[in-house]
Structures are given as structure tokens and as C-alpha cells.
């Protein structure tokens, strides 16, 4: 039998046959490739990757945090808290748990899911404040893709702050509510509704 025959070559020959996105599922089972993107302005700062926590390492450049995954940015966000800053595991589980209940509901991948939803919670236009002789005036402005992203992401995590605290509903519960909801662009859930508050506010300050 020569060398190439062996039991370990033939499975070093079949690892490598693998295709590298076989072996990387975002917590071991949720894929990551064929993902949809319905906002071409958003989609370069919408990243998706298998790794949900990278240990900081965007954190010494400024907006670094656009190469990350979304979801670890979402975990980033739901701890942003007085009670809940720095638990990275107890952020994670619930999210975890929530896209499992995503899945459940939609039959979809809650990768997909979460894209769609910060997709259409990201707010096009937003108000600044101008001062003209000592008089602020509100005016309407563009919003940066990369802050469209941001705001998205902020407003998930209050709606899932404001929909589980001091109730009732787990925190994995009201993330999958606010994912589902703004994904469908349901102005019920609270995230697409601060969006189109804040567009509603812009367009009466044009």
C-alpha cells in the first residue's frame, strides 16, 4: 500500500475537497453564503461572517466595526445597557436562542432575517440642528450608510429592551419579535416605526 493510500490521506483528501463555507456556520449551524441584500447603499457595511465574537479586534481602527459581523454587532448593541454591559455569553445565548425561534417561525435563515430587518429599520433621512443668529433651526439630511446600519442596529436593541423589561416576555422572545416584524416592514414593531418617525420628522424639516 503506498502512501497515498492510506486511511489519513484519504481524509486529508476529503477534507480539503470540502468547500471552506461547508465548514464555517455561523454557531455551528446557520449558513452564511446566498444571502440576499435588497439595499445596494447598506450592503458593503452589512457584513456576515461565521465568527460572532472577535475579541475586540475592530476595535483600534475607527469604523473597523463595519468589517465584523452583524450579528456580533448585534450582540455588541444589546449590551449597551447599565445592566447588561460586558455580559458578552448572556448577549450571545439570547441571540442564539432567538434566531432559533426565528427559524421556527419562518422556516428562514435568521441570518437573512436579521439583514432584512436592518435593512428596513435604517432611516434615510434625519434632522440636524443649525443655528442661524442665535436662532437652531432643524434641517433634513441625508443619512450615511454606515450610520443608517447603526441606527438600524439601536433601534432593534431598544425595541427588545423596551418589549422585555420588567415583563413577562424573554429577551430571545422580543429580539425574534422585532426581527420578524422588521423584516416584514411592519410598522408595529418598534424599530421600523422610530425609522419612519424620524423620516416623518426630516421631511417636515425639508
Known amino acids: 500500500m503506498s502512501a497515498e493510500d492510506t486511511p489519513d490521506a484519504d481524509a486529508d483528501a476529503a477534507e480539503e475537497s470540502k468547500p471552506e463555507t461547508a465548514r464555517a456556520k455561523l454557531f455551528g449551524e446557520w449558513e452564511i453564503t446566498n ?4 439595499d445596494p447603499s447598506t450592503e ?3 457584513t456576515v461572517t461565521p465568527i460572532a465574537h472577535t475579541m475586540g479586534r475592530h ?23 447599565d445592566e447588561n454591559t ?9 441571540v442564539t436562542e432567538a434566531f432559533d ?9 435568521p441570518i437573512q432575517v436579521l439583514v432584512s430587518a436592518v435593512e428596513n429599520s435604517a432611516p434615510r433621512e434625519e434632522t440636524v440642528r443649525l443655528k442661524y443668529g442665535g436662532i437652531s433651526v432643524p434641517k433634513a439630511v ?8 447603526d441606527q438600524a442596529l439601536k433601534f432593534i436593541a431598544e425595541g427588545v ?3 422585555s423589561f420588567k415583563t413577562t416576555t424573554s429577551a430571545a422572545e422580543a429580539l425574534a419579535q422585532q426581527l420578524i416584524g ?3 416592514d411592519d410598522v408595529q414593531a418598534y424599530a421600523v416605526n422610530q425609522k419612519e418617525e424620524k423620516e416623518r420628522v426630516a421631511a417636515a424639516a425639508r
Open 44 to 46: 458593503r457595511y452589512i
Open 182 to 184: 422588521a423584516a416584514n
Open 101 to 109: 425561534i426565528v427559524h421556527e417561525r419562518t422556516d428562514e435563515n
Open 59 to 81: 476595535a483600534d481602527k475607527q469604523f473597523k466595526k463595519s468589517e465584523i459581523s452583524i450579528v456580533e454587532r448585534l450582540i455588541n448593541r444589546l449590551m449597551q445597557t
Open 35 to 38: 444571502i440576499e441584500y435588497t
Open 161 to 163: 429592551y423596551g418589549g
Open 142 to 149: 441625508d443619512v450615511a450608510p454606515q450610520r443608517r446600519v
Open 86 to 94: 460586558g455580559k458578552k455569553q448572556l448577549a450571545t445565548s439570547i
